[in-house]
């Protein structure tokens, strides 16, 4: 998670929203690691976890990914627990919940719900804080340069 971190902080440098997210084997190998890349890529897609799972899989040269543990600092959106599930990922381990859009555990809970071909294991709340701060300061200092006035 930590890597993931840092991985979130690098986006946020970059103008992202700070999500980051790194995808391991089952020998805690690091296969990708990746922040949120909407905004560089133009891409709605590009969320920290679908970017670490298609670099994944083109480095496996599979489409699935079984025994594969997901570390991601935010809970994961529909699309994107989603693609959890295509890919057969194994476990997913988040930081902080997402109240507004999280489908693991606040909105949905896509993967454990009984209703799909795969089930997720679900961890929740792994240096949930740190991972909770990074947005809530990144989104602090995005609502203050909104509100200041422009200088001509």
């Known amino acids: 998670m930590q890597c993931a971190l840092v991985a979130a902080q690098e986006a946020a440098a970059a103008g992202e929203v700070p999500v980051g997210a790194v995808l ?3 020998n805690n190998t690091i296969l990708a690691q990746a922040g949120n890349r909407c905004i560089r890529d133009h891409d709605p897609s590009a969320h920290a976890e679908m970017v ?3 670099q994944a899989a083109a480095l496996l040269h599979n489409y699935r990914l079984p025994g594969c543990r997901l570390y991601v600092t935010l809970e994961p959106c529909i699309m994107c627990a989603g693609v959890c599930v295509q890919a057969r990922i194994n476990t997913i381990v ?5 109240p507004k859009a999280g489908a693991l555990h606040s909105c949905y809970q ?3 719900d009984g209703l799909l071909n795969h089930s997720l294991v679900v961890h929740g709340g792994l240096l949930a804080e740190k991972s909770a701060a990074l947005l809530h300061n990144f989104f602090k200092i ?3 340069q909104h509100t200041q006035p422009q200088g001509r």
Do not use: A, H, P, Y
């Open 24 to 26: 391991v084997d089952s």
């Open 52 to 54: 670490v799972i298609r």
């Open 94 to 98: 988040f930081g902080t919940l997402d």
């Open 110 to 112: 896509i993967g454990d």
């Open 142 to 144: 995005r609502r203050q």
